[in-house]
């Protein structure tokens, strides 16, 4: 069944009695070629790509909930390229230009929004900062523009700029990034892989991964034993929890990041637009809802739930920086539970066990490399080569301690990240 606006026509026509469930439901077969732990964004993308890019079949999807209940669910949405370091800037770029794309690949809706990104500034430094990021970005065939104090004010002229604690200098405009549906996305990769064969099986959580002379053989689920020759990790916040069915210890701490939607309001803010001085950023949903959110919650916790603390937190870096926002209704807040690496950046790799492989540590900013990620870990799974992208998502980093992404610049502190 192919999406088109004469389709949508002509269903609303005969009453929308024609829709067929997006994919299948199969039960579990006794073994596949590779099998897939999680569902999200990366776990789909993934198997959308092994099927798609590397013609392989058999291949199923282990989701212990629902397709999509993670954090692909959960996250505020932004998509953008506009990372620092060699390995970060490559692969951000490369899954961007994937996003441009995606709904004519998958035939899908999934809100592509290009609606700019504005990163503020509110001090000299931090201008710096920005600027040597800005030339980076261009660099990496990216866009980015600086904008001085009026330059910000023409585009966004409701923020607080001068009655506050931290006036604003500037910001750094990169008008490629924006937003999408972030359900839409995991549907959109969920119907492309059943499309191909894959298996999406839903709850069906993997409770051990069976390894015999250093190889995996296959995994222990709710139901039942399932054979596999290539198993790949794609569970997010459950990254430590699964890689120790598997003897491993991972340099993953899980923490809360927690969002907040308002009441629909009229269209008010165009951009994403983000606070320089604490953590807090905001967008506009199509359905007109300001979605915000900030810093993660401190402490490590399994619990897709935040803090207090950090709600006040949040509601007053947003009250700083537009007062009007004190007037919107804060309808829902959520979690979603972060796989935190010591540097914040992510880890795709093969792991010592033979046809065992690993993709995690996305931390807060892993809905916008879903593409890239399933492009690229699927090359790898289905390759044993690392693609041009990923070059140094090593594991093997946090041992050595060479070739660490610090993108943030604060040192090996899950929470700082
Ligand atoms: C509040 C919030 C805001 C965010 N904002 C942004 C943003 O604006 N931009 C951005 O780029 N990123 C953002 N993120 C981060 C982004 O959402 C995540 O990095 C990304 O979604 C993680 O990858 P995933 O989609 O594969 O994870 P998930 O959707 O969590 O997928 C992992 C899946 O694995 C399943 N699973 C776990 N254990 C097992 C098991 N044993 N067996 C079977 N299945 C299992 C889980 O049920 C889950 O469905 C945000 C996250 C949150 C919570």
């Known amino acids: 069944m192919t999406y088109s606006g ?5 269903e609303a026509l005969r009453g929308q009695r024609g829709w067929k469930p997006v994919w299948r439901t199969p039960d579990p077969k006794p073994e ?5 732990i999680g569902g999200g964004g990366h776990g789909l993308a993934t198997a959308y790509n092994l099927a798609r890019e590397h013609g392989l079949k058999n291949i199923a999807v282990l989701e212990k909930g629902y397709l999509g209940g993670g954090n692909v669910g959960r996250n505020t949405t932004i998509v953008r390229a506009n990372y620092f370091l060699d390995g970060n800037s490559e692969f951000y770029s490369h899954s961007l230009k994937l996003w441009e794309n995606m709904e004519q690949e998958l035939n899908y809706n999934t809100m592509m ?7 503020l500034f509110h001090s000299d430094g931090q201008r710096d900062a920005f600027a040597r990021r800005g030339n980076a970005m261009i660099n ?24 506050t604690r931290f006036p604003i200098y ?3 405009l990169h008008k490629r990034g924006g937003t999408a549906r972030h359900d839409a996305v995991a549907w959109g990769y969920a119907r492309g892989a059943d499309r191909l064969g894959v298996d999406l099986i839903q709850n069906c959580e993997v409770t051990g991964i069976d390894i015999e002379n250093g190889a995996v053989r296959g995994v222990q689920t709710t139901r039942g034993a399932i054979c596999a020759k290539k198993i790949g990790m794609v569970v997010a916040g459950r990254s430590s929890q699964v890689a120790e069915m598997a003897g491993m210890r991972l340099p993953i701490e899980s923490h809360v990041l927690q969002a907040f939607v308002t009441e629909g309001l009229k269209p008010v803010i165009d951009q994403v637009i983000s606070f320089g001085m604490g953590h807090f950023y ?11 959110g900030g810093d993660l919650d401190f402490y490590a916790s399994y619990a897709a739930r935040g803090n207090l603390p950090m709600k006040e937190h949040v509601m007053e870096a ?15 807040s959520w979690g979603g539970i972060m796989d935190m690496t010591p540097d914040g950046s992510p880890i795709i790799d093969r792991t010592d066990v033979q046809g065992l492989y690993i993709n995690c540590g996305w931390c807060y900013g892993g809905f916008k490399a879903v593409p890239a990620s399933g492009n690229v870990f699927a090359h790898l799974m289905a390759t044993d080569t690392y693609h041009d992208a990923a070059t140094k998502f090593r594991l093997d980093r946090f041992r050595t301690g060479r070739n660490l992404l610090d993108e943030e610049g604060t040192g090996s502190q899950h929470n700082l990240h």
Do not use: C, H, W
Not at 140 to 163: I, T, W
């Open 282 to 292: 905001i967008s506009q949903s199509d359905k007109g809802g300001l979605v915000f």
């Open 318 to 332: 947003g009250m700083t920086l537009m007062p009007m926002i004190g007037k919107a209704k804060v309808l829902r």
């Open 140 to 163: 990496q065939g990216d866009d980015a523009e600086l904008l001085d104090q009026n330059g910000v004010r023409d585009l966004v002229p409701y923020l607080d700029f001068e009655n």
């Open 170 to 172: 500037g910001g750094l």
């Open 6 to 10: 004469f389709r949508v026509i002509s």
């Open 32 to 36: 596949y070629d590779i099998i897939i």
């Open 113 to 119: 929004s290009q609606r700019g990104i504005l990163n």
